[in-house]
């Protein structure tokens, strides 16, 4: 069965400082992968998305995130961090039955940006 | 685009009362996904609507809970006889036939006491 490991519950961060979020899937074919963004007590906004292609993808506000299909990883990075960034970060990967479609999330990564 | 809109934002119910979220999807997204979401976990699947039709429901959804989506349209979770398990965020999703990607609601906070 499909399933997504985030190791890091909790990671603070200096503003301007880089940043790394760990994201492992199991998955038996090419997966479709995601990373959300959730800001407290709000809906899931979608950063970036890798279907194929181009293992390094570009998101949305600075993010981008690396396919490594060797290490079943899809770790989202940023070169430097704000203190809006501060908020639980998603990975997600599609499953497939009977014809539709569901995400199995992780179960998040809570990141603080001190000033 | 006015995205997904979720109707109310917070319920404060007592135990054994009924409730009932709305969802609004993006309008042309025939696709509607409603998830479950509690304290320090990602979301978790409930159910799966192409168009009117439910297509998938989780092992999650108790006999409690009934979705529907008349015409197509918005979406209805209800849940009887609530229990203060059923406390959680209910996010409600939509996408189009042409992708994968979801998109999210605010979603709707339901704590029960």
């Known amino acids: 069965a499909q399933s997504v490991t985030q190791p890091d519950i909790h990671i603070t961060v200096s503003e301007g400082a880089s940043l790394e979020l760990r994201c492992n899937y199991s998955y038996g074919a090419t997966p479709y992968l995601f990373w959300y963004v959730q800001s407290p007590g709000q809906g899931l906004q979608l950063l970036l998305k890798?279907?194929?292609?181009?293992?390094l993808v570009q998101g949305i506000k600075g993010f981008e995130a690396e396919f490594k299909r060797s290490q079943s990883s899809f770790n989202l990075r940023k070169p430097s961090v704000h203190w809006s960034d501060a908020a639980e970060y998603f990975c997600?990967?599609?499953?497939?039955?009977?014809?539709?479609?569901?995400?199995?999330f992780g179960a998040g990564t809570r990141l603080a940006v001190h000033p | 685009d006015t995205g997904v809109s979720q109707d109310p934002r917070h319920k404060i119910t007592k135990r054994g009362q009924n409730v009932t979220f709305r969802c609004d999807p993006i309008?042309?997204?025939?696709?509607l996904y409603w998830y479950r979401q509690t304290l320090g976990q990602g979301p978790e699947f409930l159910t799966y609507f192409q168009n009117e039709a439910q297509l998938e429901k989780s092992r999650l959804l108790s006999d409690r809970f009934s979705a529907e989506r008349p015409k197509g349209s918005f979406s209805t979770l209800e849940i009887q006889r609530t229990e203060q398990g059923d406390s959680a965020m209910y996010l409600c999703?939509?996408?189009?036939?042409?992708?994968?990607?979801?998109?999210f609601g605010p979603g709707t906070r339901l704590t029960v006491t």
């Open positions: 890798y279907f194929s292609g181009d293992t």
């Open positions: 999703a939509s996408s189009s036939n042409r992708g994968y990607e979801q998109y």
């Open positions: 997600a990967v599609v499953a497939f039955s009977g014809g539709y479609n569901k995400l199995i």
């Open positions: 309008s042309e997204h025939n696709r």
